[in-house]
């Protein structure tokens, strides 16, 4: 190997454009380093040549992205409210003066075991659906500024669930036709059985 050199310490063969970065690497606190690299240093053609500069991060650059990325998350929060009143399936309540503010419980049961309803159906940020729920106990909050009622089958259209086809459907414990059209009023429980709930 005509392009190598031996260590002046170690006697290990290194690269001519290497020697620098052995001694300093292996070599650093040897009594003889410092005037082995000033000797090297003088030398020319010593050092190779970078192929191409370091990449530099700037504090501003780090700002910017971070402004960015901060800018877009909070785009995502910001927007229902900038256009209140425009959810899906049903317009957004706004305020309090309510028409009414009724609670159904719901029970959902798969092959004979209870289903959890999810807390948070119908909440979204920026908007609040008429039919809701707040926790996973079941009971459904139905606030709404419009004077009309909503049905079971409004709470599956915004959970995003198939209503499908219970076997059985009990309204305050007497059996009724399974319907999505049933009415939710006020302290009723609702109780649907499924052989599989989708």
């Known amino acids: 190997m ?3 050199e031996r260590c ?3 006697n290990v063969s290194v690269k001519r454009e290497n020697l620098l970065r052995h001694l300093n690497d292996t070599h650093p ?18 050092v190779a040549a970078k192929n191409a500069a370091p990449i530099r991060v700037r504090t501003w650059q780090v700002a910017l992205v971070a402004l960015v990325a901060i800018g877009i998350v909070g785009a995502y929060y910001v927007a229902p409210f ?15 003066n ?7 419980q719901l029970r959902i049961f798969s092959n004979g075991v209870q289903v959890t309803i999810p807390a948070s159906v119908g909440i979204v940020p920026g908007c609040l659906e008429p ?7 079941g009971l459904i909050h139905i606030e709404t500024t419009v004077a009309r009622t909503y049905t079971i089958g409004n709470f599956f259209t915004v959970w995003g669930k198939p209503f499908g086809s219970p076997t059985q ?12 059209s049933v009415v939710l009023y ?5 109780e649907l059985h499924y052989p599989s709930f989708p």
């Open 186 to 190: 006020d302290q009723e429980t609702i």
């Open 8 to 10: 002046p310490i170690c």
């Open 82 to 96: 900038l256009n209140p009143g425009s959810s899906e399936p049903f317009p957004c309540v706004s305020g309090t």
């Open 29 to 46: 606190r040897h009594p003889d380093t410092p005037k082995i690299r000033e000797r090297l240093k003088a030398e020319p053609g010593r």
């Open 131 to 137: 039919v809701h729920t707040h926790d996973t106990s």
């Open 98 to 104: 309510y028409v009414y503010h009724w609670h159904t």
């Open 169 to 180: 459907m009990l309204v305050n414990t007497t059996t009724v036709s399974p319907s999505p």
């Open 2 to 4: 005509a392009n190598t």
